[in-house]
């Protein structure tokens, strides 16, 4: 009987994409001939062993990278994003150790994110895995701007141990905006004004934050040692994305003058300035001005005058008719009588109410000095005439207190009024009512620095006088040289000064009459 055969191949191509291949073979051999029951049975036999279904996975894990929205906001340390794995038979749960995706980025980013988490699904067909990265300075701010791109590693495998395809999956963005200055407008100074304002302009893409404008955005530094956070005066209440704010410095001194010369530094202090998203403007010097005011006119006269008001002040005895200061009166009228002498006159020394000849002498040959130097000067500052009568005064009493003859000085008054006595009285000294005691120096109880201050004294008004008032210049001229010629046996045969009295704090050597 003849046989007949029945021979077919069938070929399958499925599911092509860009990331895998699925193949499906399958071969079948089929014999069609009557046969008894017996052969039959040999037959399938036969057919069993010969027809075969082969079904190999050679299909690839697929990852895909979910939507990540732009980093906007600074301040974040870290940065989440998701990718879903799939997969037609089963994922290796294993093959997801944290070395899956390479994130690139500007500036040299590049890290290995870590895996935070993961989560399957369909029997591990599916895979959801939530990835970090690390800000590269610690927190994100604009100076991290740029796209960063993410790529498999090509360590993600199947069951079938087909890894995933190594490549870029996508990329997010960086996109941190601050608020930065557009605009400086630096203040006028005007001389007499304690204050000055300035205006500095911000701009931001997504708008200005106006509430976080206040006195503590800008600092102003200078060399001169001004250092005064300025003061928020005003906000130009124009919208848009530039935003022009006024502030306000004071000057210490109560007015600009040539003292607040200096350049002064403006420094936009940190986390102050923000925009809407919260994003503040970044801590920078935002420029400098310069103050140079010129300095006012020195008036040597008003000095002058003032210093000669202050010795005025000071003076003792019968005031004169032209007694400038109005507040003193005639005071020290019986100074001198407890020995008989007249010691009216002088000056006070140092605010207090005794009369020191040291001191006293030592200012009158100062201010003849200045007089022999500088005697112009003083004409041309009209204060020549009160020089003259300031050094009179002194040295009227300085000649009140010399006791001479032909022998040359006997005594001289060095000192009225008791230290410990007056220091007690807190009063006028029109109203003294305190004992007033003078005390001296002679041949027995020397004082050389005493005697020689006066002698010099004396000489140096001789000088000052000489073109004006030459008969008094010559009587202070003779009772200098016979104090003088007096003092040399005493300096030269006298070592230690003798005990003050125990009623006296004068540091000078004198005795009490």
């Known amino acids: 009987m003849a046989k007949k055969f029945d021979l077919r191949f069938r070929f399958f191509v499925l599911n092509v994409t860009d990331y895998s291949c699925r193949l499906d073979f399958r071969w079948s051999l089929s014999l069609t001939h009557p046969m008894a029951p017996s052969k039959q049975n040999r037959f399938n036999a036969v057919h069993s062993a010969i027809t075969k279904t082969s079904q190999t996975d050679r299909s690839l894990p697929i990852g895909t990278l979910a939507s990540i929205p732009n980093l906007i906001r600074a301040g974040g340390k870290s940065q989440l994003f998701t990718l879903i794995y799939r997969d037609n038979h089963r994922l290796d749960r294993s093959s ?36 970090r990265i690390n800000a590269l300075g610690g927190t994100w701010d604009h100076t991290d701007n740029g796209v960063y791109r993410i790529a498999l590693t090509g360590t993600v495998n199947d069951s079938s141990k087909n890894l995933a395809r190594k490549g870029s999956l996508g990329y997010f963005r960086v996109a941190i905006q601050v608020p930065t200055i557009k605009a400086f407008q630096p203040p006028a100074i005007a001389r007499n004004s304690n204050t000055a304002d300035f205006q500095i302009t911000y701009t931001d893409p997504i708008g200005l ?22 003061t928020l005066v005003s906000v130009n209440p124009a919208g848009g994305i530039s935003r022009t704010a006024t502030y306000r410095i004071q000057t210490a001194s109560g007015s600009w003058n040539h003292s607040d010369n200096s350049i002064y530094t403006l420094a936009l202090q940190a986390h102050q300035v923000k925009n809407s998203s919260g994003n503040a403007a970044v801590a920078r010097t935002i420029g400098s001005f310069q103050i140079n005011l010129p ?73 003849s000095w200045g007089v022999i130097e500088y005697r112009n000067a003083y004409q041309k500052s009209g204060q020549l005439d009160e020089a003259l009568d300031a050094i009179r005064w002194g040295t009227d009493y300085i ?103 125990k009623n006296s704090t004068n540091p000078m050597a004198m005795s009490m009459s």
């Open 96 to 131: 997801l150790r944290g070395r899956d995706i390479l994130v690139t980025g500007p500036k040299g980013f590049r890290q290995f994110a870590t895996l935070s988490s993961v989560s399957y699904r369909h029997k591990d067909k599916v895979a959801i895995a939530t990835y």
């Open 209 to 230: 934050n106006i509430s976080t404008l206040d006195s503590r955005d800008i600092l102003v530094t200078s060399a001169n040692g001004f250092r005064q956070f300025a």
């Open 399 to 501: 000649l009140k207190a010399h006791i001479a003859n032909e022998e040359g000085t006997q005594q001289f008054w060095g000192q009225v009024g008791n230290g410990e006595l007056d220091h007690s009285y807190w009063g006028k000294p029109e109203e003294m009512s305190m004992p007033r005691p003078a005390y001296k120096i002679d041949r027995q109880n020397p004082g050389s620095d005493l005697a020689g201050e006066a002698a010099a004294a004396l000489a140096a008004a001789s000088i000052v006088f000489r073109s004006t008032d030459p008969a008094y210049a010559d009587r202070l001229l003779k009772m200098q040289f016979n104090s003088l010629s007096s003092l040399i046996p005493i300096v030269a045969s006298t070592l230690t000064p003798s005990p003050m009295p």
């Open 295 to 367: 300095a006012p006119a020195l008036h040597y006269g008003k000095a002058l005058q003032k210093s000669f008001l202050f010795y005025e002040a000071q003076r003792s005895g019968d005031l004169p008719r032209n007694n400038r200061i109005e507040w003193r009166g005639d005071s020290g009228l019986t100074d001198g009588a407890d020995v008989g002498v007249d010691l009216t006159g002088g000056y006070y020394d140092a605010g207090d109410h005794v009369k020191f000849g040291l001191p006293m002498s030592s200012s009158m040959t100062l201010l």
